[in-house]
């Protein structure tokens, strides 16, 4: 059994493996980078109007035979979980490759569709996969494992093969609501004597501390919220569900009623036959509101599922102190004619690197007009590099490969069997 990862040696995102014996290939992620090589920001609008060939020419795409042009094609497609970094190039894949992924990811990626512009999960593609129930793929048999990441869903995948065993770690922690997932997890992996691990280490030398869990996070933002007199926006990803949790949570233990835009409503509804949330349009402490961004996208099929619980925006400023809101910084204009209410609080719970964009950058501005502030407050959906080192030592593998990391050397520092890859390079697993 051999390891290629075509991309993701050494940058977070744009993450492509390929794990392949004599007679079957798998690829595992189909990601669009999040950094051109130089590490500044990937604006995926400088993709519009090329062709593939011009995409991998311009490094975009990997060169990956058969996956986006000609050529033998791979057996199938594994996803681990939504974010754009694992699937934003998807949709330029072969079409006759099915897609190996959960019923979670399929939603996040048609709720993302719907309401972020991105693409959907073809369901003529999609083969349906469920963790700790293995399926096998020409003569490689994959188990996915659930695992706790900031995307619903989310998945790593164990491959056997010709004796041999690949762990793909996917994105995951061991900080979030829901901490007994990695601790199956290592468990499981004990009795499965792992010759290689595909380990992220989106934390792997950055020199920072360990950081929060999800559950001091709700703390935090509910002692934000005690603090606020005004209306109190909150920022973060919709498909992050732990996170909306996290949010409704501490909205209802202050004494508010939790405002959902369209989208964190939608992936509430969706994800309601699989976990025990909320339902949005039952729960007497929530409220829907359509943003003028949404309403625009003409999705009348959605938001009549929650009709008899939205709010209007002049309903939530006749009383803004008993509200939390979703927000984005779209809103600013859109929504809010340009002016902020005053003393509206913005709790911040996203990468921190989104804040040096221009639309963030302008929208601080119209908080401090209108005396009010941003106040940063996020746990990251990553692993901290202390509880890496202890995933690892659970898992006990041959040899760790590090991926998803913009410091893989710094892997030799915890650990003496490391693997370090370059792009496209073929690796046989001993």
Known sequence: ??????????????????????????????????????????????????????????????????????????????????????????????????????????????AGAIFGGQKSLDRNRHVEVCSTTSKTIGDI???????????????????EADGKTVLYSGDLRWHGRKPGMINDLVTAMQVRNVDALIMEGTHVGAGRERGGTEYELEEKILATIKESKGLVLGSFSPIDVDRVVTYYKATVRAGRVFVADAYTAYVMHLVQSEINTPHPAQAKDIRIYVNVLAARKRIEKITNIFEGATITLDEILREPQKYVMMFRPSMVDLDFGGKIPQG??????????????????????????????????????????????????????????????FEPAGFHKHFGNVTRLTNGERFRVK
């Open 344 to 405: 509206s609080r913005c709790i911040y719970s996203c990468w921190k690197g989104y804040l040096d964009r221009p639309a963030w950058q302008e929208c601080q501005k119209h908080l401090e007009d209108a005396q009010g502030d941003l106040v940063p407050r996020h746990a990251s959906g990553h692993i901290y590099e202390q509880d890496l080192v202890k995933f690892v030592e659970g898992v006990a593998p041959k040899t760790i490969i590090p991926i998803h990391t």
């Open 141 to 159: 048999t994959v188990t996915p494992y659930a695992v706790d990441h900031s995307a619903y869903g989310s998945v790593a995948f164990l491959l």
């Open 1 to 110: 059994m051999d390891v290629t990862i075509h991309r993701g040696t050494d940058e977070i995102g744009g993450s492509c493996v390929e794990v392949s014996t004599e007679k079957t290939r798998l690829i595992i992620d189909t990601g669009l980078p999040l950094v051109t090589p130089e590490r500044e920001p990937f604006d995926s609008g400088l993709m519009r109007g090329k062709s593939v060939e011009q995409l991998i020419e311009a490094g975009v795409i990997p060169k990956v035979p058969g996956l986006y042009v000609d050529g033998d094609r791979p057996d199938a497609i594994l996803l681990s979980h939504s974010h754009m970094d694992h699937t934003g190039l998807l949709h330029l894949t072969a079409p006759e490759i099915p897609v190996y992924a959960t019923s979670g990811t399929s939603k996040m990626m048609s």
